[in-house]
């Protein structure tokens, strides 16, 4: 018998981006929205158009470049946003259109301070507003996990008979239980009148650790499409990862009634460019994609899955995309191999100067270090784009740093500041804080540092360290990423690209707010 279709919805360009220090810039988003696209996502939440020129215009070129999944942008239920979110999606082959107001008590008293009528009337309207752009409209009651059954059977009725043809029902602050969190889907979907006229979807957020088995619960009770991000981002403890979803449902087939449409090998790959671009690194334990998920340390264990690798294993890791690193391309390896390959990788590097800027780092690379792997090929493109992607106030021009026993590190740097060279030196209590200290000797940020993470990007002493720093100042928190084969040269430009971007000025608004 022919399972029905579970939609997967992606919003990790939309809720992952607000995390604190996730935010994406438009070549970011669309180098995601075509790894989404290869991956067969059903429905690519892009952005909050309302939120920043900066996210309407993303939203808008992911609308344009993607043909196979449906683009969607989110808005709050008032007239602006709508009429932004419709204008950004416009151009796609499948466009939509999310709408949302919070229909809690608690969030209709104290933060919108309307009355239930009101949100219902507002509701109505802003489906109506969408539908001058699209006929594909979904709307949510932020908060539903909280909310009153009655009053969400009201306005959901309405919103349908407006035209909603998603309902998504999000946990919004990950508080609900899988057994509650079922039941209130399958009596929504029992007690309105016209809920066969809507997909049910539902969107829950991991607080409680419980996103991916509220989702599933939801499954299980009639929900047909799922809300999720890679690797589980989204606002404080996350939201349902993708992964984790699509491979339930994948494994479990003698359980649910329906299943994805995911080629799942395009996961893995997915992860990496994800964590790569937010500089959220995957933790190792972390199901399917973390580096441990299918590595077998126990020696019963081992002995099991040498004889038979069912007795351990429910999944083949290369199911969800876990090869061995492969040998791509080496130190004579021309220019048109490399393109050719960066295009089997999915990435596009336009204009013709990017190309030459990114094949230009990698016979750097392959000067240091003899074999480049696809891992190496993406942290090379995701530095070229840092490096493009925020104004390049800073540049790092050179770095000596010295390290012996018995000794205090030092670190000597130049930096460039709007093209003017300046130096400088420090020590340190190794050669990356004296590096670190060199670089805050000439910008005095004052920021502080939250996060310094060193990953290997591929095995063997000469990978490349690529280095995530997270600073704050003033309320933003930023990310930055550098990658190199030497780590203390990856911290500072990470350090450097963060500082770059708390220079930038783009602000972004969160929607809830
Ligand atoms: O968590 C939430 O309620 C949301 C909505 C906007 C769907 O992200
Ligand atoms: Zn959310």
């Not at 919004?172 to 509650?180: A, I, Q």
């Not at 809507?198 to 939801?218: F, I, K, Q, T």
């Not at 964590?275 to 933790?283: D, L, N």
């Not at 930055?480 to 350090?495: C, P």
């Amino acid at each position: 018998m022919k399972k029905e279709k579970l939609i997967i919805f992606d919003t990790t360009m939309r809720d992952g981006e607000q995390s604190p220090g996730a935010s994406m810039t438009k070549d970011e988003k669309l180098r995601i929205a075509r790894q989404l696209e290869r991956m067969r996502v059903d429905v690519i939440e892009a952005g909050f158009p309302a939120a920043s020129d900066g996210d309407f215009e993303a939203v808008k070129e992911v609308a344009a470049i993607v043909k196979d999944s449906t683009v969607c942008g989110l808005a709050r239920a008032n007239e602006n946003d709508v009429r932004r979110c419709g204008e950004a999606v416009k151009g796609a082959r499948s466009p939509r259109v999310h709408t949302f107001i919070a229909t809690s008590p608690i969030h209709m008293e104290k933060k919108l301070r309307m009355e239930p009528s009101q949100v219902v009337e507002q509701a109505v309207k802003a489906v109506k507003w969408a539908r001058a752009y699209t006929d594909n409209i979904e709307f949510s009651p932020e908060d539903a996990g909280r909310s009153d059954l009655d009053f969400l059977c009201r306005i959901l009725e309405q919103v349908i008979k407006a035209g909603a043809t998603t309902i998504n029902v999000p946990d919004t602050v990950g508080y609900t239980l899988p057994e509650h969190f079922g039941g209130i889907i399958r009596r929504l979907r029992e007690r309105i009148p016209n809920s066969d006229r809507a997909v049910w979807s539902v969107h829950c957020h991991n607080d409680l650790g419980l996103a991916v088995a509220n989702s599933l619960s939801a499954v299980l009770n009639g929900a047909r499409q799922v809300e999720c991000t890679i690797n589980g981002l989204g606002e404080r403890a996350g939201n349902a990862s993708l992964e984790e979803i699509v491979m339930a449902v994948r494994t479990r087939q003698d359980v649910f009634p329906c299943d994805t449409n995911i080629d799942t090998t395009q996961i893995v790959p997915a992860s990496r460019l994800v964590s790569g671009i937010t500089g959220f690194a995957v933790q190792p334990n972390k199901a399917i994609v973390g580096a441990n998920a299918f590595a077998h340390e126990a020696g019963i264990h081992q002995d099991g899955v040498l004889k038979s690798r069912d007795t351990y294993e429910i999944m083949r890791a290369q199911d969800v995309g876990w090869n061995a690193n492969k040998l791509v391309l080496g130190k004579h390896s021309g220019r048109n191999a490399f393109k050719a390959r960066l295009t089997e990788l999915g990435i596009e590097l336009s204009p013709e100067e990017a190309l030459n800027a990114a094949f230009k780092r990698f016979k750097d690379l392959a000067d240091k270090k003899h074999e480049i792997f696809d891992e190496d090929l993406q942290a090379l493109v995701t530095e070229e784009n840092l490096e493009h992607a925020v104004n390049e106030h800073f540049r790092l021009v050179s770095l000596t740093a010295h390290s012996e026993t018995g000794v205090s590190p030092y670190a000597k740097l130049v930096i460039a500041e709007d093209g003017k060279e300046r130096r400088s030196e420090a020590r340190g209590s190794g050669p990356v804080d004296a590096s670190f200290k060199a670089i805050e000797t000439i910008v005095k940020s004052g920021a502080e540092l939250l996060l310094y993470s060193v990953n290997a990007i591929t095995t063997g002493t000469d990978a490349q360290g690529e280095v995530t720093v997270r600073i704050a100042k003033g309320g933003r928190i930023v990310n930055g990423q550098g990658a190199d084969t030497d780590i203390v040269v990856a911290s500072a430009k990470a350090y450097i690209n963060a500082l770059n971007k708390l220079h930038s000025t783009l602000e972004r608004l969160n929607p809830q707010v």
